[in-house]
Every structure is written in C-alpha cells, then in structure tokens.
C-alpha cells in the first residue's frame, strides 16, 4: 500500500520559515508543487531508545513510557506539511521487561513492563499513539540468556536441591556436570553438581534453545509483544545462541522467523551480529541484521565523511556489500547505522563544527534500507565509555534543554561540561544545527524512495578523491546520490560518467548548496546531493 503524502522538497533548494508561536519552532517549508510518495513498508528510518534515558513524566528521575508518549510529536508529528518533526517512522525500545539492572538486558518475566517504565496499558497506549503518526514499534528482545532471577531459573535451581530431576524447567537452562564442560564456554556453580553456563555475566544464565518447552515459551512470548502492537524485533547478540555454532544458530533463527511470520506476515526483524562484514552476510537468509561495518570511527561512514577515505572507496564498499548480502538474501533491507548503545557516542569522533557528523548522516541515511538513529544522535550528543569503562556513559539522560527531571543512569561517570553541542531547545530555531540538517536529510529520503529500495549502479570518478556517488533505480525511476567530502566546491561533467540525463535537483544537504544545468553539476564542499 502506498500512502501519497504531499512532503515536496523544493527543486532548486529547502527553504525555511521561522513562525512565531507559543513554542517557536524552526520548519522546513515543503513545495507542493513535488509529491512525495512514502511507501508503507519495512524501509523506514528508525530511532534508538533506552527509555529510562529519554523522558520522565512522573518527575522520578527515571524515562518512563508516558514520558515518550508526551515527546512523540519530536519524531513525527503526523502531518508531513508541518516541516517541524524529525520524520521518523520506527522506533526501536532498548528492553522494556521487567529486569533487575538498569539497562534491562537480563530478563526475569518476558511478557511485562518493567516498573521502572510504567504500565502494559502505558505500553499499548505509546503504540497506538506511534501507529496514529505512521510510526512502526519495535522492542529489544533477548533470549539467549535470561536473569538469574527469572521464575524458570529460581524453579530449576529449587527443583535439583530437591532432587526433583522430573521437573521441566531444568531443561529450559544449559545445564552440565563437570565432565560436561565445553571448551569455550563460562560456567557457575548451579546446584548440588550442577553448572549453569552464562557467557555474559553470572547473573544471565543461557537459555536451551534445543528443549521444545522453551521454543514453545518463545512462541508464546511473540504472541504476546504481535497482540499489543510492536510490529517486530531486534534480537540481541544472535550469534551466542549457540556460542561458536554458526549453523546451529541459523536454523534456530530460520525457525524464529518462520514462527514470527505465522503470526504477522509483515514482522520486521533485525538482530545483532557484532562481527565483520563476512560473518553477518549469512544471517540476512533469515531477515535484516546490523551492518557494523558501517558504524564507530573506523567504519565506513566515518572514515569517508572525515575525508580519511575516498567517496569512491565507500561507494565500492556500498557495492560490494550488497552484493555479498545478496548471495544469501533476495532483495535484502540493509540497517546502516554510525552508533548506539553499546558504542562510544558518534559526535566524540566526527565534529559538528566543521560538519563532518552533517556529512555522516548524509552518508548513511542516503543510502540502502532501513537506517537506525542513536537518541541524541540528531543534536550531537556525546558520551564514551572512558577510563572508568562504563556503558552507562553512553546512555546519558536526552538532553532537551526544557524542564525534563530525567537523571543519568547508574553508574555514570561522564563530565556533562563535554556536551558542547547544544540541546534540542538551542537547534531547533537554529536553521544550521545538526537538528535541522538531520530533519532535512530524513525528508528528502522519505520523498525520494528510490535511495532505500533501489538497484545500485556504481560509478566511479577518477581523479576525484573526496567527491563520488552511485546511481539508485527503483521502479523505473532513477535517483543520482552524490557526495563531496572536501572543503572546496566542485564542477562535474555527469555526461562523461554516465549515460543517465538528469534534469531536476531534489534536494541538497550540507554546508553549502549545490546547482544542475544541463549534465553540469556544482556541488559546494561538505554537502550532498539528490538529483534525477
């Protein structure tokens, strides 16, 4: 289904309007004389969320889900003519079940909310209100291991000291004697002569993916998140469902995905595979994965945009990862992304000041999929792990710039002096923050859907070290993305490149601005370009 939405990005340019109101809001304006075509499928831009970090509603220091309800409007509005929102349509929940930790990675009841965060009817209602914007709900899900605390485990423990070795919970947990023990993996103490493996932590026991009661369990849980709305998941940590048995791992995920489809044919599916590029490609045969080799400073976007690496460099690496996705996928949704929540914060390594983290987002955003956004990520937040090796420092409260009570989560340690970008309440009016340039890069991908969805065609600039682009073909109609990482403006004969004839300017992002005439085009150091 196609949903047809007037969003027109000016030919020439995006001009902006300041209005005055009770809240002074900078808007893009949009130029209805350009209709816009959103597609209502799974090629959305996504937006991270540790909600215990993002907004609180009660004034108890801690996000809740009220608190991202009331901030809803930041993201989408629901009118694309506003020109005011972010442009969002997905949203990824870090863990929102009830757990004893703070970041809610170690789960003790799958099918709750934690307290921390609210209520089961605080949960339905943010999803109702995110469907009603046109925004798609996804939540964090984590199997291969759950807390200590869960019932299933408390049960299996007490079962054994009984010597209750009947008891079906003992098969929901890997659990070995001492000769037992495989190479490679961590144990614990369990009970009587039992060892309970738990890779992670001592405090995260791994889950039986081979016992049937627990996949039935798992079905169970699916039915559960499908009947209040989420519209899919992001798996945590899928390559240690079986530690170190890459196969064993794809059939279960081959049978997580079928079981997902029974109940909603339309689930949206990414996991996590932290490895290289070689080692992800198989596990997009089951449904979207990370593409890590995009994100942190020594990926790809941020070598580019801070001109360490050619823009033809990173086109070929465009080209040549899809293509090897494509040996195990047809018509994959790539996820590229520059950090998140177990990653030090992008705006540590590519400076908003002389627009290198503009030229990031441009990057990553006009290119292939679905792209996921770090909370914060649009005004330049900051945090790292630091000498005190804590992830809580990249987690920190979002910084509004209003009267918000949230509080750092525990175990926080980074200097707020360092946040030197501003709040959302410093960019919003300001035409040329890091905000603004997000919002526009966001509008003119979801006016442009063949960047997301389209057949790649590489071309290569010779000669040219910091400009470079690709072609996108999707439906017949073909978009050109070009870049220049440089910092002085460059005039390029498109006709000695390819045969393709452009004619119209879609949109430009950046430092500077950028002009076509004829096959000529001038694009102005540190800014991107749309043209077809």
Known sequence: MIRKLWIGISLLALSFLLFSCTKPEYVIEVDEQLEAHILDDQFRTYYE?????????NKDGLGDLKGMTNRLDYLNDGDPNSGKSLGIDGIWLMPIMESPSYHKYDVADYMSIDKDYGTLEDFENFVDEAD?????????????????????????KTAINAGDLTNPYIEYYS??????????????????DYFYEANFSQTMPELNMDSLLVKAEIIDILQFWFDLGVSGFRL???????????????????WFIEECVKINPDAYIVGEVWSGDALIAPYYANFSNFDFGMSQLEGAVASTANAADAVNNYVSYLNNYR??????????????????????????????????????ANLYIWSYGTPFLYYGEEIGMKGSRGT??????????????????????????YDIEKQTNGTVKDQINDPNSLFNHYKKVIMIRNANPEIARGTYTSLTFTGYFTFGGFLSTYQESTVGIFHNTGETAITIDLSLYTDYTFTILRGFAGKGVASLSNQFLTIDGLTSVVIK
């Not at 969320?49 to 509603?57: E, H």
């Open 49 to 57: 969320i540790f909600v215990g970090s993002f907004s609180d509603s």
């Open 323 to 360: 293509n090897m996705i494509d040996d195990y996928s047809e018509n994959p949704n790539l996820t590229p992304f520059i950090s998140n929540h177990d990653m030090n914060r992008s705006a540590g390594y590519l400076n908003v000041s002389d627009y290198r983290m503009h030229m990031a």
């Open 236 to 254: 945590d940590a899928i390559k240690y469902v079986y530690l170190n048995d890459t196969q064993k791992n794809l059939d279960f995920w081959s």
């Open 388 to 413: 005190e090796s804590t992830d809580a420092n990249r987690r920190l409260k979002m910084l509004w710039g209003d009267k918000d009570t949230v509080i750092d989560p525990v175990g926080s340690t």
């Open 175 to 192: 659990l070995v004697k001492e000769d037992g023990k495989e190479p490679g993996k961590t144990y614990y103490p369990f009970a009587q």
């Open 132 to 156: 009603s914007r046109g925004i798609n709900v996804i939540i964090d899900l984590v199997l291969n291991h759950t807390s200590m605390y869960h019932t299933w485990f408390k049960q299996a």
